[in-house]
DNA sequence: TCTCTAAATGTTAGCGTTGTCATATAAAAA
DNA sequence: TTTTTATATGACAACGCTAACATTTAGAGA
């Protein structure tokens, strides 16, 4: 006869543990099974008052934190939402995720995020690495995807939000607004301003598709009006000050100079505003100047700023509205959401 | 006698499959045991190149993308890094935390970041959470945490880095400069440049104990050489060029004048900036300005800007080298790494 | 040739939760 | 009172993987 109680007994094998305390540790303290506790963490009301109060003791008495990656396993799905933004620096991109992390973090789910680079090749591997975690729902950026995407896509499963674009054929839902509509409604208004000779300048535009898309819907407006843009620039580096100034410098040498110029970013034509006054050449006088983005600044500076305003934080809220209504099950449409992006007319222009 | 065989009885209870291939179908159709394809995955030396092959053709095959919910359970622990940051709008931790993300990334390791709104608090609740991932390690910003961080993050027993200050008691590593001391730094090139009535101007200062320290050291040189700061302002929303303006306004006002300001940020400088150019306020003849950040438009404004140079990118690299080392074994130092910080000299002074 | 050792591979059990089914208890209906 | 129904709780297996231990195989050395 065994002299040791069985369970004194040590495993067969010796297991690591995470040391932390577990369900089953609160569940023994309250004096309750495993899956009371489990229950009342999932849903609060289907325990009795009396066990929960026990229950919820034992929690706080052990510091108890459930493990969700056990539960992640045992329910076959996580609440962990994958994000894949171009990059986390882009003060746009930033916002909403910011805005769409608020939301899902409200409901107790985690964020994932990844900047692809704009690297399609490197979207889908980090597209991959997401669904390794089983996430709840997927976030992407664009239509703009690498070869794998779509079928990477399919096989998860998830619900999918392709955000900041809605002019194109979604995986699933779409959350933004018509690039190209809102270049072409910079156009109209250069246009109203009696602007006749229109430069466009844009950055990394061959592989920033939603970039690519305004300035084209600038030049295409232009062309409607009979007024075909003077100068078409696209930069090959990221959006930044320094070369807004080199830009339009070499717009303002255009044969036949150049009365206006639509800018992809804040950013480059902030660095124009500052070339242009450091050449003493007049804002709007000499030349209008309207950029993309609202960033902060575009209200401050001298002059301030036409711009194109996006639904930034909107983009993350609406984003996640519609993922957890589907994940709640609340809905099945497949919808596609434009959020509009407003013309804000400024000194600039 | 049954006539069904074995492997096609229904389980007794059925279950959810997330429908996917899991490793044992990998190694069925491999022809190997499911260790050996955990093993090709974690450590490629560790099997022979005939199975490698072989068990590589059934990954592709059938399109296995491995669990990480059920590795992380069994391993008790994860590749998940957790990374709480007061706001990942803020261009100075996102750069942090894309470097960071990206170095992490190269080794198999997922970020999850979550932003806590200079609200300590809802950093406790976002540690928390974090912890319930079983992380690999954990990432904070500064040493100002919420009341119950130090023990829930004694109780994890994983690496921590806290990242962007050095100047406190880490609870385990950190990573960062020394803010005073930048302050300082800024403090005394005004005075070098002659500066005698000096302002400071901040944002949030109240929550945001860095930017407090910055201001505090340029306060506490200027007391040094006997030129106490003539104005301190503490603006109570988070740094904006708008708010940048409306407080050297009031800085110039103050009896006696001013000849320099301080800021705690270059946003708030840039909006000095434009406010001084509308007022024909010259800079630096009539007043220095000196920022915090060296933005992007820092180099470019007219004046370009005197500013601190943050190790923004270095500080996010540092830190996943030294969790990254210590997830290895290489090492059980609990280092302390200071970046420093650059002042860079421009026209505004 | 045989033993010894190292490398390669396999077997088993368990990580901590949740889905499914089973059961006890209380309230409502007959 | 008995039967029916709803509510609260529990037992158990399963989720897909990896740690620990076991075994086989190949190569080195005696």
Redesign the interface.
């Given at each position: 006869m065994a002299r040791i109680p069985q369970s004194d007994l040590k495993p067969v094998r010796a297991r690591?543990?995470?040391?932390?305390a577990t369900m089953s540790d609160v569940a023994r303290l309250a004096g309750v099974s495993a899956i009371t506790v489990s229950r009342l963490l999932r849903d609060p009301t289907s325990v009795s008052g009396e066990l929960a109060g026990r229950v919820r003791d034992a929690i706080e008495q052990l510091?108890y934190?459930?493990?969700?990656?056990?539960g992640?396993?045992a329910?076959?799905?996580?609440r962990i939402v994958g994000v894949v933004v171009p990059?986390?620096?882009n003060?746009f991109f930033?916002?909403s995720?910011?805005a769409l992390?608020?939301r899902f973090?409200e409901r107790g789910y985690?964020?994932?995020?990844?900047?692809a680079d704009y690297d399609l090749q490197r979207e889908d591997t980090l597209i991959?690495?997401?669904?390794?975690?089983?996430p709840a729902a997927l976030v992407l950026t664009g239509f703009a995807h690498g070869p794998r995407a779509a079928?990477i896509v399919a096989?998860a499963?998830v619900p999918v939000v392709e955000m900041w674009d809605i002019a194109g054929r979604p995986f699933d839902m779409a959350v933004g607004f018509d690039h190209n509509a809102a270049g072409r409604s910079v156009a109209r208004h250069l246009l109203a301003r009696g602007r006749r000779r229109v430069a466009v300048i844009g950055a990394m535009l061959g592989r920033d598709t939603r970039a690519s898309a305004r300035c084209a819907g600038v030049r295409e407006e232009l062309e409607r009006a009979g007024r075909a843009a003077v100068d078409s620039i696209d930069l090959p580096r990221a959006s930044?000050?320094?070369d807004g100034?080199v830009a339009i410098a070499e717009a303002l040498a255009a044969p036949g100079g150049i009365d206006a110029v639509a800018f992809s970013n804040d950013?480059l034509a902030?660095?124009a505003i500052?070339e242009c006054?450091?050449r003493g050449v007049r804002i709007p006088d000499d030349v209008a100047i309207a950029g993309f983005g609202d960033l902060?600044?575009a209200?401050?500076?001298?002059p301030s700023l036409t711009t194109l305003r996006p639904p930034r934080e909107q983009i993350g809220n609406e984003t996640a509205r519609l993922l957890l209504a589907r994940i709640d099950g609340l809905s099945a449409e497949r919808r596609v959401v434009d959020l509009g992006c407003e013309l804000i007319a400024r000194e600039s222009t």
């Open positions: 690591r543990r995470a040391g932390r510091g934190v459930p493990n969700l990656m056990a992640g396993l329910a076959a799905k996580s990059s986390i620096r003060a930033a916002a995720v910011d992390a608020a973090g985690a964020v994932l995020d990844s900047s991959e690495a997401m669904l390794a975690w089983n079928a096989r499963g930044n000050v320094g100034a950013v902030l660095g500052f006054q450091k902060d600044f209200a401050h500076c001298r």
